[in-house]
């Protein structure tokens, strides 16, 4: 099986292709306690760990780099949109809850098989994303949508699918006039 290396530069080229200007050190520090805005929502380590598990559980198993690419995209989309960064983490508590109601185990505690599993009986994985919605098309939206555009729109989710050259990503010429790699 082929491993496919996430990297902050994937990141970084994801958040490009939102049109976020991503510049700095993208760290969790940005969204954690005691970061600049102390009236605005704040992301605890549980909740990092929580959104890291997530990807892991959403993500092919050939990925990996998952910790660094999850961080460097999440804290560059959100680090000025206190809104979303509610959101998502109000969408994180309710995984946290949900598996903590239907498997009697809070969700960084299950094996990486039972998160799975937990994200797809609350049906994350078919509902509708709605940023309005109720507690699961909250999760589909703010985290289970996040993670997968940020995979699939970096370079190396591009190649996972077989997009030498995602669109927005440049290439040229150059990157359709030679054949898949043997």
């Known amino acids: ?3 496919y290396e996430l990297t902050r530069r994937d990141a970084i080229a994801a958040l ?22 102390e009236d605005g929502p704040t992301m605890s380590e549980h909740d990092r760990e929580l959104l890291q598990a997530v990807a892991v559980a959403t993500y092919p198993s ?6 660094e ?14 809104d979303r ?22 969700y960084l505690e299950l ?18 994303p709605d940023p309005d919605g109720g507690d699961v098309e ?3 939206f703010y985290v289970v949508n996040e993670l997968l555009y940020a995979l699939y729109s970096s370079p190396t989710g591009g190649k996972l699918l077989g997009l030498e050259n995602p669109q927005g990503h440049p290439g040229g010429t150059e990157s359709y006039q030679h054949g898949p790699p043997e």
Do not use: C, K
Request: aromatic share 8%; net charge negative; hydrophobic share 40%.
């Open 69 to 82: 690419f999850v961080e460097t995209y999440v804290v560059g989309r959100i680090h000025d949109q206190p």
């Open 138 to 140: 909250q999760v589909r």
């Open 16 to 37: 490009a292709s939102l049109g976020v200007a991503a510049g700095g050190a993208l760290t969790w520090n940005a969204l954690q306690d005691g970061a600049d805005d």
């Open 111 to 128: 094996s990486p098989t039972r998160q799975e599993t937990v994200l797809s009986a609350m049906g994350a994985d078919v509902s509708d």
């Open 62 to 67: 050939a990925v990996s780099g998952i910790p």
């Open 85 to 106: 960064l509610a959101g998502m983490i109000d969408a994180l508590e309710y995984v946290d809850r949900y598996a903590s109601e239907w498997y009697d185990t809070p």
């Open 1 to 3: 099986m082929t491993e």
